[in-house]
Nanobody, 114 residues
Framework: QVQLVESGGGLVQPGGSLRLSCAAS????????MGWYRQAPGNQRELVAT???????NYADSVKGRFTISRDNAKNTIYLQMNSLKPEDTAVYYC????????WGRGTQVTVSS
């Protein structure tokens, strides 16, 4: 079992920044990839960014150049630095860990509005 706890969401104005954190615990040695997904009202959950245990990253086209995913192995934590936020980035952001199973956090709300 893997437990994931997200933090760092909130309300920010367009053009602003936020940093999300996701702390993993439990059977973390089995995790080979972690990432962030988001779901806006009425939409399906979509990939935002992923990072493998080797450090390879992948981003959705909509966030390339604005968001950066990173990891701190000592803290078993991944981060999502979000810059130049747009109203269309508003969503619940979920942390995911992929091992033998796929694990999800409860999500954190990000609202971009003036």
């Amino acid at each position: 079992q893997v437990q994931l706890v997200e933090s760092g969401g909130g309300l920010v104005q367009p053009g602003g920044s936020l940093r999300l954190s996701c702390a993993a615990s439990g059977s973390i040695s089995s995790i080979y990839s972690m990432g962030w997904y988001r779901q806006a009202p009425g939409n399906q959950r979509e990939l935002v960014a992923t990072i493998t245990s080797g450090g390879s990253t992948n981003y959705a086209d909509s966030v390339k150049g604005r968001f950066t995913i990173s990891r701190d192995n000592a803290k078993n934590t991944i981060y999502l630095q979000m810059n130049s936020l747009k109203p269309e980035d508003t969503a619940v952001y979920y942390c995911n860990a992929a091992s033998h199973w796929s694990y999800w956090g409860r999500g954190t709300q990000v609202t971009v509005s003036s």
